[in-house]
């Protein structure tokens, strides 16, 4: 019962905070308004990232952590579609490659999606074969997300996180899709998953003004 108000607590604050933003679309690359997709963000930016979309329905991994319930929790009120599952923790599957066979469902049936292409314990910055799959099976555009705020605070945590500060302004923008074909082998992914990292990276040096 107490987590439960924890939960319905800090809804309503992040509710709140996101009352106080302005969010602005930038650039030349728009979300297609009648294609499906599957959003790459780094996992510093979900916050924002996820408040940006609120609206527009993504199906979205959560991991089976004790975190990853609260995410869930919130994504799911924030109308978005939730698949529970994480990477291999040695030799122990902890979810993901159930998460991942109904996230490709998902998009089967007409959603688009969103992933945090290093979550959801890292390395950070580096992009994992799961969003090439999931693209490569579904078939899928890739595009690569940056929601940035003007001003944000950042945590020390291994991502890095990021939380916009209340009534600044968020700049989203997306990078050029990224198509993987449907006989893509799996020694090809190394390159497609080094050319996500790169748009999100020249994103970020473009982009953001506080380096």
């Not at 600044?168 to 497609?192: E, K, L």
């Amino acid at each position: 019962m107490a987590s439960r108000i924890l939960q319905w607590v800090v809804y309503l604050i992040i509710r709140l905070l996101h009352w106080t933003y302005r969010f602005r679309p930038v650039g030349g690359v728009h979300l297609p308004a009648d294609q499906r997709y599957v959003l790459a963000i780094w996992h510093q930016n979900l916050f924002a990232g996820i408040l940006a979309q609120t609206g527009r329905q993504h199906v979205v991994i959560i991991s089976r952590s004790r975190d990853g319930d609260f995410v869930s929790n919130l994504c799911t009120r924030l109308g978005h579609r939730v698949a529970r599952g994480s990477s291999r923790n040695g030799d122990r599957d902890k979810g993901g490659r159930v998460a991942k066979g109904e996230m490709v469902e998902l998009l089967d049936s007409g959603l688009s999606g969103a992933i945090t292409v290093d979550g959801p314990r890292g390395p950070a910055f580096e992009v994992k074969p799961g969003i090439v799959e999931m693209a490569r099976l579904a078939q899928v555009p890739i595009i690569p997300y940056l929601p940035v705020p003007r001003r944000y605070w950042q945590l020390k945590s291994w991502d890095a996180f990021r939380v916009p500060k209340p009534f600044t302004r968020v700049d989203v923008h997306f990078g050029a899709p990224i198509h993987v074909g449907p006989d893509t082998p799996f020694d090809a992914y190394g390159a497609i998953q080094g050319a996500v990292a790169a748009r999100l990276n020249d994103l970020e040096r473009t982009h953001n003004t506080r380096h």
